[in-house]
């Protein structure tokens, strides 16, 4: 089986220590988990967790079930990359006097899409936003050019390409089936 990339989406309430209960399923497993990121969703009183990991379709189904399973844990789904719109930030500081070195830095900023968060006379802080081969392709350039003094690259934040998240139509569906 092919080993690649999966996004599992976990919906739940806010409960406090449901973090750990999840990523021991993984270390169980001895399955590394690429990127992580927690918020609340679009519906009121649930959080959202998305979690990348690679796997193959057998093992990512498995762990979605054993997460399912917990009971705070309201519904666990896992995608693909074609199955979603996602994006990272990437925040990237550099030495100002070697980034004036370069001359223009309009070429970059064009090209990479970057804005610029905060400069001053010591250091120059980028903000990326794309897939993480974007924001690998800009850190890659910038530690050639100029190096990087500071980097950091977020979690994945994904949506599905439905019309509505996958657990609308489940609290929907219960909603009907006992009348509230």
Excluded: C, W
């Excluded at 959080?47 to 844990?73: G, L, M, N, P, Y």
């Excluded at 719109?85 to 309009?106: H, M, N, R, W």
Aim: proline content about 1%.
């Amino acid at each position: 089986m092919e080993t690649k990339l999966y996004t599992i989406t976990v919906f739940s309430e806010n409960t406090v220590g449901l973090l750990g209960q999840i990523t021991i399923i993984f270390t169980r497993r001895a399955i590394n988990i690429e990127t992580l990121s927690v918020s609340p969703s679009a519906i009121k009183g649930v959080h959202k967790f998305t979690i990348t990991i690679f796997a193959t379709e057998d093992v990512v189904s498995k762990v979605v079930k054993q997460i399912d399973k917990r009971i705070d844990i309201l519904k666990a789904y896992y995608n693909t990359d074609e199955g979603l719109v996602f994006q990272e930030i990437a925040l990237y500081k550099v030495a100002t006097d070697k980034l004036l070195e370069l001359g223009t830095i309009e070429i970059l900023i064009r090209n990479h899409h970057i804005h610029i968060l905060e400069m001053n006379e010591n250091f120059v802080v980028f903000e990326k936003t794309g897939h993480y081969d974007e924001t690998q392709q800009l850190f890659n350039e910038l530690s050639e050019s100029v190096g990087v003094l500071q980097f950091i690259r977020s979690g994945r934040v994904a949506i599905t390409r439905s019309k509505v998240e996958r657990l609308s139509d489940m609290l929907d569906n219960i909603q009907e089936k006992y009348g509230k």
